[in-house]
């Protein structure tokens, strides 16, 4: 499905204004204080006339005596407004975060294999992470600089037009030279942003893929090899921020220079004004002072122009993220528990911009409860055929389907609770035993049902013998266990769930044939009523199965019992062969 390509500054911050208004309370207060702390700033250069022409003119008027009170009051208004804007937008901030990565993770889980493939997990972490809080710091930031900012320029500005509207005018006459500036300087701005961006994520995707083959870098000598691609990346994300700075503080520097132009001018004329007696030392005092109030707040409207494009290139890698289509889930048809039934008519699958299809008119019918060994040479096509099935990926022709209801017609959802999964990559998280375990919908398993699973995986002994038995944390991945008892929770994880149909992906691949043998069992129990598909390595592993079929470049060439494939001296034979001759030779 195509993807919004198009976001205008304008509709980002559309956006990213609609989750702030979740909490319009909120928002509206900080808004509010905002205000409130923005006004007294106009009212402080608003005291010098009074403050001077009152004090110094030779008699203290009540005015006068009234001033230390006002200027008290203004500060107490100021500090407790500043207090109230700053702790709601931080409370605010904080809850759009939330949402913001909430609704990010809940798409990304529900996108299509493909974007996996084409992403780099890096990228994925580095949007969901540093992008989010790139956007909700910028818009947070350059609203509070616009909106304070803003009241008080315009409150400035009034000041100014009261006091003396001629030496307004010179005021007014650099506006359009600041716009200019501001125009030129946002367009390299946002360039250098986006630079930015896409180098910081490449950064974390090296040091993502660097932790995870750190043992891999140091046998083969490739610390500096990774060092220098780290490297590159962080000297890209260097350059692209230099630039960033250089731009901002170059457009901020020639403001300063006009606005200094323009002081210059004031002081000038207003010194001649003051000769014809047509202005007094407190109305000089205090347009100077509103003047030199503006210096602040017009250098950070200027300097948020910076901001402005690091956000809109941080909120257009968030909402591309968002706006992109998920998994084509319009199916209906639901079940409490599916037979089991499985078919594979005429099914092909074409890869995009690949030269060759990855399967070709793939036909196959498995009974429930049969198990189903599938064996070929890597890129035969094995992990593609049985990614099929929980619709990781769809046919370019023919059809699947379960229980004679094609599987695009399935409810999604429903389809996938049929389905458990052991692969080779045991995926355990950082978490307690008891959750490795009851894991996603199984969460609010009893203990009772989670001790049952883990003594049908034959996991229950060691995990006795952890120090605090289903509560242990496992560590990352699963450190704590060795690769056999890993596996066995990943199996203990498929009892519990006890789905009709299970898929076995080299599920004992990686480990040594003791392990492999102790936990081959476990999955013929597991095996035990359910339909399976097994693609296994080992092919001595298959002999049980109800039926083989070989996939040779996508296609299915033979179908049979493994002694009767055997018979046939075909391409299983082959394979058989040559697994017979290594083991024989890794034994001698």
């Not at 005018?169 to 630079?195: D, E, Q, T, Y």
């Not at 890209?236 to 250089?246: N, T």
């Not at 929980?390 to 609770?417: A, E, H, I, N, Y």
């Amino acid at each position: 499905m195509p993807e919004i390509t198009d976001y205008t500054a304008k509709g980002l911050y559309k956006r990213l204004l609609s989750y702030s208004l979740r909490y319009w309370p909120l928002f509206a207060t900080s808004l509010i204080a905002l205000v409130f702390a923005a006004v007294t700033e106009p009212l402080f250069a608003s005291l010098m006339k009074p403050l001077i022409d009152e004090n110094f003119s030779g008699e203290r008027t009540e005015m006068a005596k009234w001033l230390p009170v006002i200027i008290i009051v203004l500060f107490l208004i100021r500090g407790l407004a500043t207090y109230i804007n700053e702790y709601c937008s931080a409370k605010l901030a904080g809850l759009v975060v939330h949402d913001l990565r909430f609704d990010m993770l809940s798409r990304i889980l529900r996108f299509p294999n493909s974007y996996f493939v084409e992403q780099p997990a890096g990228k994925i972490i580095s949007t969901v992470s540093t992008n989010v809080d790139a956007v909700t710091e910028a818009g947070f930031n350059i609203i509070t600089v616009l909106i304070r900012d803003g009241a008080i320029v315009i409150g400035l500005m009034a000041i100014l037009l009261y006091t003396n509207w001629q030496l307004t005018l010179i005021c007014f006459a650099i506006l359009p030279l600041i716009a200019i500036g501001v125009s030129v300087a946002a367009k390299r701005l946002n360039r250098f942003a986006h630079s930015a961006q896409t180098s910081h994520a490449d950064l974390v995707q090296s040091i993502s893929e660097v932790i995870g083959a750190q043992k891999i870098i140091k046998i083969y000598g490739a610390q500096q090899v990774e060092t220098d691609r780290f490297m590159k990346s962080a000297d890209e994300i260097m350059k692209s921020r230099v630039k960033l700075v250089a731009t901002s503080a170059a457009n901020s520097a020639i403001v300063q220079w006009i606005l200094a132009a323009a002081v210059a001018a004031v002081v000038y004329f207003a010194g001649i004004l003051a000769e014809s007696d047509s202005m007094t030392a407190g109305d000089f005092a205090s347009f100077m002072t509103a003047m030199m109030m503006l210096l602040a707040p017009v250098k950070r409207l200027t300097n948020i122009n910076q901001q402005l494009q690091k956000g809109l290139a941080a909120a257009d890698n968030v909402f591309r993220v968002v706006d992109r289509s998920i998994e084509n889930s319009s199916g209906t048809h639901t079940t409490d528990r599916a037979l089991g039934y499985i078919e594979f008519n005429k099914v092909g699958l074409t890869f995009p911009g690949a030269e060759a299809p990855t399967l070709i008119d793939i036909n196959l019918w498995v009974k429930p409860g049969q198990t189903v060994g599938i064996v070929g040479v890597s890129g035969g096509g094995k992990s593609t055929l049985i990614n099929l099935l929980p619709r990781f990926l769809d046919p370019t022709s023919g059809v699947v389907k379960l229980d004679s209801v094609d599987l695009k017609q399935w409810d999604l959802q429903c389809l996938r609770r049929q389905i458990a999964v052991v692969t080779q990559e045991s995926h355990l998280l950082n978490d307690t035993v008891r959750n490795n375990i009851a894991y996603g919908e199984m969460r609010g398993a009893s203990d009772e049902a989670i001790l049952n699973a883990a003594r049908m995986a034959n996991a229950l002994p060691f995990i006795e013998k952890l120090e605090n038995g289903l509560d242990t944390v496992l560590g990352d991945n699963g450190l704590r266990l060795s690769g056999g008892q890993r596996q066995r929770i990943s199996i203990a994880r498929a009892f519990l769930k006890n789905a009709p149909i299970l898929i076995l992906d080299e599920a004992t691949s990686a480990l040594d044939s003791e392990a492999e043998r102790e936990v081959q069992e476990d999955m013929e129990r597991l095996r035990h009523g359910r339909t399976t598909l097994v693609i296994a390595h080992r092919l001595s592993t298959l002999t049980t199965a109800d039926f083989i079929i070989v996939l040779d470049q996508g296609k299915l060439i033979e179908q049979g019992t493994h002694q009767e494939l055997l018979a046939r001296q075909g391409k299983y034979h082959y394979l058989h062969s040559i697994q017979n001759q290594s083991t024989s030779l890794s034994t001698d």
